[in-house]
């Protein structure tokens, strides 16, 4: 994810051709989003991003402060993934609610502007079943590739969601959550739509923690987690590392009874989670060719988070 996104963006810089990626699964199709407006569900109609005329490229992309789903975890914890340990992440492994044993796990993946115009087709028929899509930083960056993202995935029939990437430092958390919600981040109750997911990670723009202290920190994403209820509905799904939720937010706050943990660990196991959770519903187990995720349980109890 990190290593490799350097490199597209310097392919960017230089050109604003089709680029090609020797991996032949990572598609990105294009330098700048569709020219046309997709078509949107009746359903999703809501979460629609408004288009721009004025398309950037990547690295104009990036310059607007854009981080992706755990860039920054691997820049600081680094990716241990192996072939090996990828294929062991997806058997089944470990506990879920009331301490039953997991029997059976699904596919999927996460994306963001960088993957551009995503070839859905292909990602289906490697098996994956389940999205999120990176919809906003902050409050003044959206993703440019949404639509296409989002619908598309959609339309191929995966089940998916789209992620907030927290920037605490910069708005409360109530006002990223509403921005969020007003730019693609709502829920729809038509069963192919999870909820919004907060990513929660190492700053990318400076002191680790934003400069906040534990308590700080958990009362921020109190806020948001209280006022994306609000508007939606569902909690938020939250995304971390053990490493990064138990230096930053510690004991201060607990949200294990209505948050479900999407875990980042790269390697044969999720390994120790962080305070407060018993098990993990997601888990980012690699971020190479991309950012690939399993869910923990079998496909009705995906359908069931979907559904609400």
Same mark, same amino acid.
């Given at each position: ?124 028929? @490697? ?5 999120? /899509?990176? +919809? /906003? ?8 590739? !949404?639509? @296409? ?27 990223? +959550? ?18 919004? +997911? ?25 806020? !948001? ?14 995304? /971390? ?13 607990? !949200? ?15 390994? +120790? ?12 187990? /690699? ?22």
């Amino acid at each position: 994810m990190f290593a490799a996104r350097k490199s597209w963006l310097r392919a960017f810089s230089a050109t604003s051709a089709v680029i090609t990626v020797s991996a032949g699964v990572l598609l990105l199709s294009t330098s700048a989003p569709a020219s046309a407006t997709p078509e949107i569900p009746a359903s999703a109609s809501a979460y629609a991003v408004p288009q721009t005329t004025d398309l950037p490229t990547i690295a104009a992309d990036t310059a607007l402060h854009n981080h992706s789903m755990g860039s920054q975890i691997v820049r600081v914890e680094g990716d241990h993934s192996t072939p090996a340990t990828d294929a062991a992440a997806l058997l089944p492994q470990g506990f879920g609610p009331g301490g039953a044993a997991i029997l059976a796990t699904v596919s999927g993946m996460d994306v963001a502007s960088y993957q551009g115009n995503v070839d859905w087709a292909s990602w289906w028929g @490697q098996g994956k079943r389940f999205v999120w /899509t990176k +919809a /906003t930083e902050g409050t003044t960056y959206t993703n440019p590739y !949404f639509a @296409q993202q989002y619908n598309g995935s959609y339309n191929v029939g995966m089940i998916r969601g789209a992620y907030h990437f927290a920037t605490p430092n910069t708005s409360s958390g109530a006002d990223q +959550a509403n921005y969020f919600v007003n730019h693609g981040g709502g829920w729809s109750g038509d069963g192919k739509t999870l909820p919004g +997911a907060l990513d929660m990670e190492y700053n990318p723009y400076g002191a680790t923690c934003y400069g906040l202290s534990q308590s700080s920190m958990g009362a921020w994403v109190r806020a !948001f987690h209280d006022t994306y209820y609000s508007r939606t509905g569902r909690w938020p799904v939250i995304y /971390t590392s053990q490493s990064w939720w138990n230096q930053c937010v510690g004991s201060t706050q607990n !949200f294990s009874s209505t948050v479900p943990l999407w875990t980042a660990r790269y390697a044969s196991s999720a390994g +120790a989670l962080p305070i407060n959770w018993g098990y993990y519903t997601v888990w980012q187990y /690699t971020s190479s060719p991309l950012d690939l995720d399993v869910f923990n349980g079998a496909t009705d109890r995906l359908q069931a988070l979907a559904n609400g």
